[in-house]
């Protein structure tokens, strides 16, 4: 039992209350979301990590065609590319940081900022198809661009994936104070749209500017 000091002393109080991210104290440190979660992502990036190894042991083998194919890409697009997704990770850690306090409209908002990006993105890469596929460059043009449509095309559903996951946050967000569980879902969605983040970070420089 608590002494007469510790039941007056707010200091006593604090010490001994859960947070809303479930841990036994404030300055316990937990890894967010489920476990569960960290098992697919492990998975998803062994699976890309696998499809990066043969893209670069045949680029190797096919360095004049690839070095030639890739200057049809605009780097442009890409770097791009790479600011938004930049830019929605950081919307991302920031919303679930004002969940945590119970920040609702301030979670919520910046939810929405980092679909907008992820739309955005979207919006982009289907332009950048339309524009190769009017030249004439498609699936079968040669190996590279076999890559090219696969790599981005797999990361592409990836990311709308990705932002039916931050639809889901979105609704959390709006919904005020969350339990342990459904902030630790919440949680394991925003891992999910940081490694489709972290992919795009790879293929960026692996089909636009490795030479």
């Not at 990590?49 to 030639?68: E, K, Q, Y």
């Not at 770097?79 to 929605?88: A, C, E, Q």
Request: net charge positive.
């Amino acid at each position: 039992m608590k002494t007469i000091e510790e039941r007056s002393n707010p200091y006593f109080a604090n010490t001994h209350a859960k947070d809303v991210t479930g841990g036994s104290s404030k300055g316990e440190k937990r890894i967010p979301g489920e476990l569960g979660i960290w098992f697919f992502i492990f998975g998803d990036m062994l699976m890309f990590a696998a499809l990066f190894g043969v893209f670069l042991h045949d680029r190797s083998s096919n360095l004049l065609i690839f070095n030639l194919s890739q200057e049809n890409l605009h780097g442009f697009y890409g770097f791009v590319n790479t600011l938004i997704l930049l830019s929605s990770s950081i919307c991302v850690v920031l919303a679930i940081r004002a969940m945590r306090h119970e920040m609702r409209a301030n979670a919520s908002f910046l939810i929405l900022m980092a679909i907008g990006c992820g739309l955005s993105f979207a919006c982009i890469k289907c332009f950048e198809y339309s524009e190769k596929i009017s030249s004439g460059i498609l699936l079968t043009t040669n190996l590279f661009w076999t890559y090219y449509y696969v790599i981005t095309g797999v990361h592409l559903f990836h990311l709308l994936i990705g932002l039916g996951v931050l639809s889901f946050c979105y609704m959390q967000a709006r919904q005020g104070r969350l339990s342990v569980e459904r902030l630790r879902l919440v949680e394991g969605g925003a891992c999910f749209w940081h490694m489709v983040d972290l992919l795009w970070i790879v293929i960026f420089p692996l089909l636009y500017l490795v030479r």
